[in-house]
């Protein structure tokens, strides 16, 4: 189901500011239908200015693509989004976005988004969103949970940009909260958390912490083979000895899981190392929206 969590108490001058008629609901529910050789689209709902869109993919995989649209052009404070995939026994899904998605400055309220995923037995499901940009000032608040049955496949590819770095752009004060929760066969498998609130530049700046490096990532593989994948991502990420200097990565693998961190001096660089470890993960293809 998707989440009902409600929003922290927030001052109420601030919530003032910003008039509901102005506040932007999204939600999302879709299902993939396999169907023999071929994936096609089962049940759809759409509210608010959250909408999906197949172009013609999969040439090479067979899946199904379906790419999401934000027709209001980006989230602000006070917004949601909901979004519940599920792949139905069979399907083969790649779900994505139409480009990277803004999070501009709140006046007090935070943006809340919520992504449910459930990948049936003899799934697949690639989660691959473009980037999330968090603006000088934005407040987020990010749910990811999924369901994954024990012979099925979930890769979540989950960039996230502080500030546009082509612009010179800084994120020194926001929040970026962000919870995720994955359970295989109903077992919790994986749990993680992140909280940057208040002046989040200076803390980013510590050289422990992020050396003031604002793009990073997290690649997390639940898959029969995804230990099987651990040396292949290493190598095409030159770890350990060869890693480029404006990034730095790690790279594990246990209980049927692949997991990867990535940190990058910009988003361009960030963008590079996501296509390398990508292309070790099973993926016949990238969404052609990535080529645009």
Known sequence: MLSDAAEKPEDAASIARIPGALRAHGRLRFE?????????PGRIEEAGPIRVRFPRSGRHSGALEAVLLNTGGGMAGGDTAAFEFRARSGARLTATTQAAEKIYRSDGLSTRIDVCLLVEAGARLDWMPQ?????????????????????????????????????????ARGRLTDRWRIRRGGRLVYADGLNLDGEVGS???????????????????????????????????????????????????????????LLARDGAVLDTALRAVIGQLGVAELPRIWHS
Request: cysteine-free; glycine content about 8%.
């Open 32 to 40: 993939a239908l396999g169907a023999d050789t071929h994936t096609i």
């Open 131 to 171: 980037a999330t940009i968090l603006f000088d000032g934005a407040r987020v608040e990010r749910g990811i949970s999924a369901e994954v049955a024990p012979q099925a496949r979930l890769l979540l590819v989950e960039p996230v940009v502080l500030g546009r770095t082509a612009r010179g752009e800084r994120f």
């Open 203 to 261: 803390v980013l700046d510590r050289r422990a912490i992020a050396k003031g490096w604002p793009a990073f990532a997290t690649v997390l593989l639940i898959a029969p083979d995804a230990e099987t994948r651990l040396e292949a991502v290493r190598a095409a990420l030159g770890l350990p000895d060869d890693l480029p200097e404006n990034i730095e990565a790690g790279v594990s693998a246990w209980d049927g899981m692949l997991s990867v961190r």
